[in-house]
């Protein structure tokens, strides 16, 4: 069983940053992509950032429009912990944080599948 695990939000004032981390664990064969998407409530979740590895040499990483140049995501670590790196935080970035994998288990034999984390809250606010 593939877990995706979140760490990090919380409340922080317009012009500070936050980190949050993903981690996955379990039957990992290889993280075909990793990010971030978020949503508010009442509204479609939106893409945040997402590290796509394509067919292995491929990766690219591709940024939300409202985030470009203030959200940064690192690679994914040996770990397979990936961290998003806020800055220069906005009121509407204000939102639930979801991270999500697309994971080969065992191998590739068969197609990857999705996974999403459980999600965390991210409040930007004097």
């Known amino acids: 069983q593939v877990q995706l695990r979140q760490s990090g939000g919380g409340l922080v004032q317009p012009g500070g940053s936050l980190r949050l981390s993903c981690t996955a664990s379990?039957?990992?064969?290889?993280?075909?992509?990793m990010g971030w998407y978020r949503q508010v409530p009442g509204k479609e979740r939106e893409l945040v950032a997402l590290?796509?590895?394509?067919?292995?040499?491929?990766?690219?990483?591709t940024y939300g429009r409202s985030v470009q140049g203030r959200f940064t995501i690192s690679g994914v670590s040996a770990t397979n912990t990936q961290y998003l790196q806020m800055t220069n935080l906005k009121p509407e970035d204000t939102a639930i944080y979801y991270c999500?994998?697309?994971?080969?288990?065992?191998?590739?034999?068969?197609?990857?599948?999705?996974?999403w984390g459980q999600g965390t809250q991210v409040t930007v606010s004097s």
């Open positions: 999500k994998a697309r994971i080969y288990s065992g191998s590739y034999d068969r197609p990857p599948n999705d996974y």
């Open positions: 379990g039957s990992i064969y290889s993280i075909n992509a």
């Open positions: 590290l796509d590895a394509g067919d292995g040499s491929r990766e690219e990483t």
